[in-house]
């Protein structure tokens, strides 16, 4: 049988535009594009964006090797569009995608020749957004206020951010402009359905004229072929092509356009964030296990008032717990009690649901020896800090319940033991939280020390009447020389600002929080060998903690910055760092 070639990787070119790219006076009601070979479209309404954008899309139809493009409503006068087709026209053979392939017209005299570009990440931790929409606005009508803009107009110009999360209007109009992001999720390129995101400047900006930039292709040209005249020519998007130039073809003037460099004042950095519903809501009240109650609300309570409409069994007694962030409220009760509770929950006059909760548990088939088992009542459960049978440095032994502890005995048949030495009776443990969830060993370890930890039963009791059962811990402390130690010389303004700063893992999750107002040195000890990451938060109102944006109130999101690299910490090596964040 005979081999197949090379794979073609090549993507369609455009051999024929009429009319023309870059035409004036555009009269036009369809354009045709061929092309040297078969193409398909791909999910046009996702990948075509048209600016400014169009009441309806136009119709597409392919005809051999030729996309018709027909626009079935009239164009606004003395205005450029741009037709942005994205990943949208591939080859019909292999897929390979006409990328960045921009078809631009007038239909006034002259092309306007403006631009702007920036990029656009997610607030929090300035990743790149899946879908983002650039968005200008001018000539705003006198019946719609500033701040309505992106909730009742659609953009006069458009763009889509790419996958880092640049972007670039071209062929814009000498005016000033609003300017928005917006995640879109519903494609109406409005601002109305909660989730969405959104970024947006705090004051008109202005597009400039750009000099495209020379590519490496146009170097192989001869110098007779560039002259300052054809240069000029080549460059203007006034003008039509120059016939001269056709070996080039159309794709090299869309090249020259895509890969114009804005000057660094023009690279527009914007910062994506999802508004908070001012409005609280409950949004569950279950119940996990016989004994537990939660209620989750959507943002922190405040002033949470929780009544009962119906008289409670005397035996009903409430211990409250409130979550560190404040959004949630577990109540533990007597889990013999199966009544149903009927509850107005209030917080001031925002929150007024009424909720109704049965604390009978659910009824299942079962056989007599599960039946028995479930009625057996369960010892406490607890989790110490141990990870593969060690304690990490300098971490004392804590144990945490899956209820608060309301009374600790420890009796006399516990023991200790380090290394070769046996201590009896020397356990004593001490309650570090305000609930009672967290117990922890007054003992502490030398590096290299091997340690079992005993005591019996019933020496805790849950807020149920659940109590331990006998346990024992058996680990070992590393040697010292399997850690190692960051030192961080952070620079920030001394403005009295407050500013937290996180150690991360890899995966970005939170190791250590700091609150800094000043630059000095922040020491990192006893940290495993791998990469960490280190990222802080311009706390504007000094709540501790990351704060989103508000539009309407013109709010940016609080800023964040990540330290420019990973940082590798390796055993037994202290690792120094000088970071000066440009805040």
């Known amino acids: 049988m005979p081999r197949g070639g090379e794979k073609d990787i090549i993507p369609p070119k455009v051999l024929k535009a009429v009319p023309e790219n870059y035409a004036v006076n555009f009269d036009a009601k369809r354009i045709e594009l061929t092309f040297d070979e078969f193409v398909k479209l791909v999910d046009m309404q996702k990948n075509l964006l048209i600016s400014p954008p169009l009441k309806t899309n136009p119709e597409f139809r392919l005809r051999g090797k030729t996309l018709q493009i027909s626009f079935d409503e009239p164009l606004m006068e003395e205005t450029t569009y741009t037709l942005f087709f994205g990943d949208a026209i591939v080859d019909l053979t292999e897929g390979n995608p006409l990328t960045g392939y921009n078809y631009v017209f007038s239909t006034g005299t002259l092309l306007d020749s403006l631009s702007l570009g920036g990029i656009v990440l997610n607030a929090f931790d300035l990743t790149v957004p899946e879908q983002a929409y650039v968005m200008l606005y001018s000539n705003i009508p006198d019946t719609v206020s500033a701040d309505s803009v992106p909730y009742l107009i659609r953009p006069q110009y ?26 879109d999720m519903n494609s109406n390129l409005l601002y ?30 001869s110098d007779s072929m560039l002259t300052d005249t054809l240069l000029r020519d080549v460059f203007s998007v006034t003008d039509s092509l120059i016939t001269d130039l056709e070996m080039i073809s159309d794709t090299l003037t869309d090249t020259l356009v895509n890969e114009s460099i804005l000057p660094p004042e023009l690279d527009i950095p914007l910062f994506m964030f999802e508004e908070q519903d001012s409005v609280q809501r409950l949004l569950r009240a279950e119940m996990l296990r016989p004994g537990l109650l939660q209620f989750a609300f959507r943002y922190p309570t405040k002033n949470l008032i929780i009544k009962e409409l119906r008289p409670l069994p005397d035996s009903f007694e409430i211990f409250e717990v409130v979550s560190k962030a404040a959004d949630t409220v577990q109540w533990y009760y007597p889990a013999q009690i199966t009544d149903s509770l009927f509850l107005k929950i209030q917080q001031d006059t925002v929150v007024n649901d009424t909720v109704s909760l049965s604390l009978a548990p659910k009824k299942t088939v079962a056989s007599r020896r599960k039946k028995e088992e479930d009625e057996k009542i369960p010892a406490l459960n607890l989790v110490p800090n141990i990870k593969s049978r060690k304690l990490d440095i300098p971490k004392p032994l804590q144990i945490r319940f899956d209820e608060p502890v309301v009374r600790y005995a420890m009796r006399d048949t516990n023991w200790l ?62 040697a010292l ?103």
Do not use: C
């Open 158 to 183: 458009i763009s889509r951010t790419d996958l880092e999360g640049h972007f670039a209007l071209e062929n814009l109009k000498d005016t000033v402009y609003q300017l928005f992001v917006l995640s």
């Open 192 to 221: 109305d359905m909660p989730g969405e995101k959104i970024a947006f400047l705090d004051s008109l900006i202005q597009p400039v004229y750009v000099e495209p930039r020379l590519p490496d292709s146009m170097l192989l040209l």
């Open 417 to 478: 033991l380090i290394n070769d030495d046996t201590l009896y009776n020397r356990l004593h443990f001490k309650q570090i939280d305000s609930y009672g969830f967290t117990y922890q060993l007054d003992t502490t370890f030398d590096a290299e020390s091997r340690v079992m930890v005993r005591f019996p039963d019933s020496v805790f009791f849950g807020y149920s009447g659940r109590t331990n059962d006998t346990t024992q811990l058996i680990f070992s402390i590393p």
């Open 481 to 583: 020389d399997q850690y190692g130690n960051l030192f961080v010389d952070i620079r920030v303004p001394d403005e009295g600002r407050n500013f937290i700063v996180q150690l991360l893992d890899d995966k970005e999750k939170v190791l250590d929080e700091r609150n800094v107002s000043s630059s000095g040195l922040l020491d990192y000890l006893y940290l495993l060998p791998g990469q960490y990451m280190l990222k802080l938060i311009d706390d504007r109102n000094r709540n501790g903690r990351w704060d989103t944006g508000d539009y309407l109130k013109k709010q940016q999101a609080e800023r964040v910055f990540y330290f420019p690299k990973m940082i590798e910490i390796r055993a037994n090596w202290d690792q120094e760092e000088i970071w000066e964040p440009k805040i």
